[in-house]
Nanobody, 124 residues
Framework: QVQLVESGGGLVQAGGSLRLSCAASGRTFSGYVMAWFRQAPGKEREFVAAIRWNDGRTYHADSAKGRFTISRDNAKNTVYLQMNSLKPEDTAVYYC?????????????????WGQGTQVTVSS
C-alpha cells in the first residue's frame, strides 16, 4: 500500500523559509514522478513543482521559480520542497503526489497517489 506522508508545514512570517518533506513508502518509485500541489482557501488546487524519481529532473510552476526548489533523497524515499521568501499568498495546504510516467507538465491527471496535506500559513 502506497503512502505519502507530508510534514514540515507551519506558521511563518513573510520572507521566511520552510522545508516540506514527503516520506514515500509501499513500493519502488523508479519511473515515477513526484510532485507538490497546493490548495488555498476558496481556490482550486494548483501545481507547484515535480521531480522525476530516477534522475532528479525537475519542473517548477512559474509561481515557484526562483523561490521554491523540489528535490529528492532516493535513499530515504523522501521528496522535499524548500520554500524561501515566502509570501502571504503562499498560504495553502500543500500536498505530495505521485504518478508513473514522464515528467510532463502541471496537470493533476494521472496522479494516483496523494498525501493528506500539510498546512502552510504565511503571516504578513
Amino acid at each position: 500500500q502506497v503512502q505519502l506522508v507530508e510534514s514540515g508545514g507551519g506558521l511563518v512570517q513573510a520572507g521566511g523559509s520552510l522545508r516540506l518533506s514527503c516520506a514515500a513508502s509501499g513500493r519502488t518509485f523508479s519511473g515515477y514522478v513526484m510532485a507538490w500541489f497546493r490548495q488555498a482557501p476558496g481556490k482550486e488546487r494548483e501545481f507547484v513543482a515535480a521531480i522525476r524519481w530516477n534522475d532528479g529532473r525537475t519542473y517548477h510552476a512559474d509561481s515557484a521559480k526562483g523561490r521554491f526548489t523540489i528535490s529528492r533523497d532516493n535513499a530515504k524515499n523522501t521528496v522535499y520542497l524548500q520554500m524561501n521568501s515566502l509570501k502571504p499568498e503562499d498560504t495553502a495546504v500543500y500536498y505530495c503526489a505521485a504518478r508513473f510516467g514522464p515528467l510532463g507538465g502541471a496537470a493533476e491527471d494521472g496522479y494516483a497517489y496523494w498525501g493528506q496535506g500539510t498546512q502552510v500559513t504565511v503571516s504578513s
